[in-house]
């Protein structure tokens, strides 16, 4: 096991939180870490415009991944190809396989900081029938193969489009953040892809000549969609989709199975539909699953300085973590899973580790980073939200839709890319 003269920041996960915490580590803590970031994958999978070039029959494979390898040695940062096993808060080492070949040996790794961003499995293989009869849009496999599927072998028939229910651990379990009770648990875990979906299809199908948001219905476990943007949003969201045409079901409860001609809900509730776009429990990994610093699921339990309150080195950032906020704190426990808030607590999870080492002030997570914020690219249109607070505590509110919502998504993307390219960080 090697050893570092230097404090040694082990990031675990190269996606959006982890290479933006170390980034921001290198940029706040400067040459006082070492820095080493390990990840089963040598590249960045820029998840959220995989719908959108899916819909305009470009291959997400050729532009969404970006190598990490550069941009980490531009910044002293070693990189680790390899597949985190285990990890062991108490004598503070990781666990990891190589996984460029298979057939590696075991290795330990051994580190005074953790940032844990591995993000969640996301788990179809829970769903009875996906294999044979449903199609998604979360990776550029799956991506591509609606993209073929959809010229070739679509018959007209209607789409259905939804959440599997999302099992929200118990890290924040006691926490009574707003006066009046305790928020209710996500029942989706990110409603944000299904509704930007459901916009590029209904544009897909006009631009063919197949129809429109009439052979479209969405459908969500929740009792409305996208609770996590507060009901103004989602009012506002309902009403243009409604005024639209499309179908809405709500309280599904969870999908039983996919089938041929549709889709059975946990409720007793089916859909008729010949296309089954489905998006499923977000599930922790199994090696998270038992450790000192996880909830019940396996979810990373972090305070707002993004520091597991049992193992101070332990930070998490990004959709594996459960946020168990201070009583009386205007904050919901457990947040939605969007990239955007994933950068957010990188950032707050690297300038703490930085204050620890260079003795500056703790920085809590503000609460304006806890904000719903979603562009939704409809392809040459969309709608752009921004919703104060989450999970339906939002008073204040914006929608706009029009054209300005495909171009802003297009540019965010190009200018993350391109900046996280020059290890620089984006936000
Ligand atoms: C279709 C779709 C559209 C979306 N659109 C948006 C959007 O418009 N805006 C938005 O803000 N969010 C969006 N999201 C959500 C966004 O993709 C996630 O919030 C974001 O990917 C979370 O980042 P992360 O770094 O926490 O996790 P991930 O992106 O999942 O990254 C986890 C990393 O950890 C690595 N890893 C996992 N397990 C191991 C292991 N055992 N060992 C080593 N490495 C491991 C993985 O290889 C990966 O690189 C969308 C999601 C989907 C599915």
């Known amino acids: 096991m090697a050893t570092h003269p230097k404090p040694h920041v082990v990031v675990l996960g190269g996606n959006f939180a982890g290479l933006g915490s170390a980034q921001k580590i290198r940029e706040y803590a400067g040459d006082r870490v070492e820095i080493t970031v390990v990840d089963k994958k040598s590249n960045l999978l820029f998840v959220p415009n995989i719908p959108a070039e ?27 190809q390899g597949e985190v096993t285990g990890i062991d808060p108490d004598n503070r080492t990781v666990d990891y396989v190589p996984s460029e070949r298979p057939g590696s040996e075991s290795h330990v790794l051994r580190y005074d900081y953790l940032v844990v961003a591995v993000g969640n499995r996301l788990a179809y293989d829970r769903i009875e029938g996906f294999a044979e009869y449903g199609h998604t849009v979360s990776d550029t496999y799956h991506g591509n193969l609606l993209r073929r599927y959809l010229p070739q072998e ?71 969609i996208a609770e996590d943007a507060g009901e103004t949003v989602v009012n506002q969201l309902l009403g243009i989709a409604g005024s639209m045409g499309f179908g809405y079901l709500n309280k599904t409860e969870d999908i039983a199975r996919l089938t041929k001609d549709g889709i059975e809900f946990t409720n007793g509730a089916s859909l008729e539909a010949e296309v089954k776009i489905i998006f499923p429990d977000w599930v922790p990994h199994d090696f998270l699953r038992n450790l000192p610093i996880s909830d019940n699921e396996g979810f990373v339990v972090t305070d707002l300085l993004m520091r597991n309150p049992s193992y101070p080195e332990v930070f998490a ?55 719903a914020f979603c562009i939704l690219d409809a392809g040459g249109s969309g709608i752009i939200f921004r919703a104060d607070h989450v999970l339906g505590t939002s008073k204040h509110a914006h929608v706009m839709s029009g054209p300005q919502a495909h171009w802003a998504k297009i540019a965010f993307e190009r200018y993350f890319l391109a900046s996280r390219k020059h290890g620089m960080t984006a936000l």
């Open 54 to 80: 899916v819909f305009a029959n470009h291959d997400p494979a050729l532009s969404m991944f970006m190598d990490i390898i550069k941009p980490l040695d531009h910044d002293g940062i070693h990189f680790i």
């Open 317 to 371: 950032a990004g959709v594996d973590i459960a946020i168990a906020p201070p009583a009386a704190t205007p904050v919901p426990a457990g947040v939605p899973k969007t990239g955007q808030m994933s950068e957010a607590m990188a950032k707050i999870a690297a300038q703490n580790i930085a204050a620890d080492i260079t003795g500056g002030a703790a920085k809590r997570m503000p609460l304006s980073e806890l904000a």
């Open 154 to 224: 679509y018959r007209g028939g209607h789409i259905a489009i939804g959440s599997a229910r999302f099992h929200q651990g118990n890290g924040a379990e006691g926490v009574e953040p707003y006066p009046g009770g305790r928020i209710p648990p996500a029942e989706a875990a990110c409603e944000g892809p299904p509704v930007e979906t459901m916009l590029a299809a209904a544009t897909w199908l006009q631009e063919q000549g197949k129809g429109g948001p009439k052979n479209i219905t969405v459908f969500t476990p929740a009792e409305i």
